[in-house]
């Protein structure tokens, strides 16, 4: 298991940006087969995927409905993984989750819940109008 922590929510304005942050209790170096990812959870839904990042060849993968706002980045030195959410919306308000150990498959990043196996508390973000 990869002990993950979140940080970086908070609250912010309709059109903002935040970064989030999770630390890795390992190298990242380790993993380098598997991909890591960020999920939300809004209040009373279902935890969807935003973004997945494979560790060793950094390819990226995001849902159209964040696209082109939110960036994943993995930084290998910190062994930390970064989303970096850009033009928030209302309905980007939630928890948001770091997930790791989600072995690549058909040389691609999981996007279900199910594919990852270590996962972060939660760092909470309210985009307000």
């Known amino acids: 298991q990869v002990q993950l922590a979140e940080s970086g929510g908070g609250s912010m304005q309709a059109g903002g940006s935040l970064r989030l942050s999770c630390a890795a209790s390992?190298?990242?170096?380790?993993?380098?087969?598997?991909?890591m990812a960020w999920f939300h959870q809004a209040p009373g839904q279902e935890r969807e995927w935003v973004a997945s990042?494979?560790?060793?060849?950094?390819?990226?993968y995001y849902p159209a409905s964040v696209k082109g706002r939110f960036t994943i980045v993995q930084d290998h030195a910190k062994n930390t993984l970064y989303l970096q959410m850009n033009s928030l919306k209302l309905e980007d308000t939630g928890t948001y989750y770091c997930?790791?150990?989600?072995?690549?498959?058909?040389?691609?990043?999981?996007?279900?819940?199910?594919?990852?196996?270590?996962w972060g508390q939660g760092t909470q973000v309210t985009v307000s109008s």
């Open positions: 997930a790791a150990l989600g072995p690549m498959a058909s040389g691609r990043c999981a996007s279900e819940r199910r594919g990852y196996m270590s």
């Open positions: 990042i494979s560790i060793g060849g950094g390819m990226t």
């Open positions: 390992t190298n990242f170096s380790m993993y380098i087969n598997h991909c």
